[in-house]
């Protein structure tokens, strides 16, 4: 009897939970998925918050084209002069602050946020971690450390010493706890596995001062906020604050894995000595990865994807009414919904899905639902998307009847 790629997948793809959606899918192209059946779908989540320029990008497409036949990988991290790793940090670095002209390669988020704690310890000399409540920046033992949800961590304890966790949004706790011993503080400007919780202004500019009084140093995690998702292109440009340390990935790659950390040239030359080699890694900064996001960068820029987000976001919340949706949350291409309890959310994104459309929840947040759409989704597209959403929610809420 044949086995179906569903039990192989079962059988030998590591699973991380009892339940997934488990769709077969045979091609994505821009917003659109489709499954073995031909069955087709909405992807109103972009593969959590990465499919920015949407799937299978021509210009994306066409630059790992060009890269892979040119050359791929050629020697560690930092040793070569390569032209895709220059180019890129180029144009990301043109973009930002003077303080933030330095971009370190990584191959995934969670590596990014690695980096810039060390980085920050090695900056300061100091030691103390500050991170907030019910935080996300990554699943390895340091990037786990700073999460803010200890029912995920523990199992896996004993983890960093010397972490503190304060609450989101709470200016006491920031200038109650962020003192001489810290060494970062690190958040993302929209919180997003709460459910897009959006940090205030004066919050995060009560932090820049503390950590400018302190010699603290402020890590921002746009790992999902980044690439234009917010509404700008980077979320911290709408605050009146700049980190010391960027972190990006995700979106950053147009599709494929590429992610950074991003500081002044003098603090990340402290990777150079005491001990030489401070932070290394072999695939950082890959060839192919590199000319992807570049691609993925300048599409954002020349197809003026950012100009439309907060007008499409306006345009969802408007179309999303319904006594069942408590209220809505978040900014740009980043919302949730909230309903009443866990079971009628996970109900309600079944149905979506089997109705076409791609929704989740969050990690810390299972009573709401999660939307974060390539940036190029068109009005036509929001509305059937929220059509449906509006659709799923009436069939189970008369299937309870
Ligand atoms: C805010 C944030 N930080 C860090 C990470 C970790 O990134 P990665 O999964 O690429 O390691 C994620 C991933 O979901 C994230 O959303």
């Known amino acids: 009897m044949q086995i179906s790629n569903r039990q192989l997948f079962l059988n030998h793809v590591a699973q991380v939970a009892p339940k997934t959606m488990a769709l077969e899918i045979t091609k994505a192209s821009g917003v659109y998925l489709s499954d073995t059946g031909g069955k087709s779908y909405i992807d109103f989540i972009s593969g959590i918050s990465v499919s920015n320029v949407g799937h299978c990008h021509p210009n994306v497409v066409k630059a790992i084209r060009k890269q892979s036949e040119t050359f791929m990988h050629l020697m560690v991290y930092g040793e070569y002069v390569q032209a895709p790793q220059i ?19 990584t191959n995934s988020g969670t590596e990014a946020t690695e980096g810039a704690l060390k980085l920050a310890k090695r900056v300061t000399g100091k030691t103390e971690l500050i991170c907030f409540r019910d935080s996300y920046h990554g699943s390895s033992h340091g990037a786990l450390s700073v999460m803010g949800n200890e029912e995920f961590k523990q199992a896996f304890r004993p983890l960093l010493p010397d972490v503190r966790i304060l609450e ?49 140093m402020l890590i921002l995690d746009e790992i999902q906020n980044g690439f234009g998702r917010s509404g700008t292109f980077f979320a911290f440009e709408q605050t009146g604050v700049v980190p010391d340390i960027l972190l990006l990935a995700k979106g950053m790659g147009g599709g494929l894995p590429i992610g950074c950390f991003i500081s002044s040239r003098e603090r990340m030359n402290e990777f150079t000595h005491s ?50 949706i408590k209220n809505i949350k978040g900014k740009g291409f980043m919302l949730s919904l909230d309903f009443d309890d866990t079971d009628l959310n996970f109900q309600i994104i079944d149905a979506c899905v089997k109705n076409g459309l791609i929704v989740d929840w969050f990690l810390f947040n299972t009573q709401s639902m999660r939307i974060a759409p390539p940036l190029i989704i068109t009005e036509a597209e929001i509305k059937m998307a929220c059509g449906i959403i509006m659709d799923s929610i009436d069939e189970v809420l008369n299937s309870k009847k």
């Open 275 to 324: 001990p030489v080699l401070g932070n290394i890694n072999t695939f950082g900064g890959n060839a192919v990865c590199c000319a992807a996001s570049l691609a993925c960068l300048e599409t954002i820029q020349t197809e003026n994807l950012i100009k439309d987000i907060d007008s499409k976001s306006e345009l969802i919340r408007s179309l999303l009414v319904h006594p069942a």
């Open 87 to 105: 180019d890129l940090a180029k144009a990301i670095t043109d973009l930002l602050p003077k303080n933030l002209d330095s971009v370190f390669y």
């Open 168 to 216: 989101y949004n709470s200016i006491d706790d920031v200038n109650k706890y962020i003192t001489s011993r810290t060494a970062a503080v690190i958040l993302e400007p929209v919180q997003s596995e709460t459910g897009y919780t959006v940090a205030s202004n004066e919050f995060l500019q009560a932090i820049r001062k503390k950590c400018d009084e302190t010699g603290a």
